[in-house]
C-alpha cells in the first residue's frame, strides 16, 4: 500500500497545488487529497481488488475518508516543513509569503516569522500546505 499511496502522489503532484488555498486547513487539505486524487488512483488502478483495502463501491464515506487518512498518515509520514527564523530562506516551493519587513541585521529573503505550519509528504517531498510567512526585504540604497 505504501508503494501505491507514493505513486498516487507523484502521479498527481503538478495538481496538489490546486487543492491546498492558502486558508484551508491542513485536516481539509488531506481530507480533499484523499477524496479528489487518492481515492481515484486506487479505483483506477484496482488497488482495492487487490488489497481489499477500500469498499468497491467507493461511496465516500467519513469511514472511508477516515481509514484511507490513517493509512496516508501510517505510511506517508507527513511532516511539519522546518523553518529556522533569520537563517532559512524563503523558498516559494514550500513558503507562501503573505508580508514583509525590513531587518537591517537579517540576511535579504530569511524567513523572520511563522504565520502558519505548512506540511510535506516526506516520502515524496509533496506539499501538502504551504507555510505561510513574513520575508525579510531588505531596501536597496
Not at 505504501?2 to 503538478?14: F, R, S, T, V, W
Not at 505510511?75 to 516551493?93: G, Q, S, V, W, Y
Request: charged share 25%.
Amino acid at each position: 500500500m505504501n508503494q501505491y499511496i507514493a505513486d498516487a502522489i507523484h502521479e498527481y503532484e503538478i495538481q496538489t497545488e490546486s487543492f491546498v488555498s492558502n486558508d484551508s486547513s491542513f485536516d481539509e487539505a488531506v481530507n480533499i487529497f484523499i477524496v479528489n486524487y487518492l481515492f481515484f488512483y486506487i479505483e483506477d488502478k484496482e488497488i482495492y481488488r487487490l488489497h481489499k483495502a477500500i469498499p468497491s463501491e467507493m461511496a465516500r464515506s467519513e469511514k472511508e475518508i477516515d481509514m484511507v487518512k490513517k493509512k496516508l498518515f501510517e505510511l506517508a509520514t507527513i511532516k511539519e516543513i522546518k523553518i529556522n527564523t533569520h537563517i532559512t530562506m524563503f523558498n516559494p516551493r514550500y513558503h507562501c509569503k503573505i508580508n514583509e519587513d525590513n531587518l537591517m541585521n537579517v540576511p535579504d529573503m530569511a524567513i523572520i516569522n511563522v504565520l502558519r505550519k505548512g506540511y510535506v509528504v516526506e516520502l515524496t517531498d509533496t506539499v501538502v500546505r504551504k507555510a505561510n510567512v513574513v520575508v525579510n526585504y531588505n531596501i536597496p540604497g
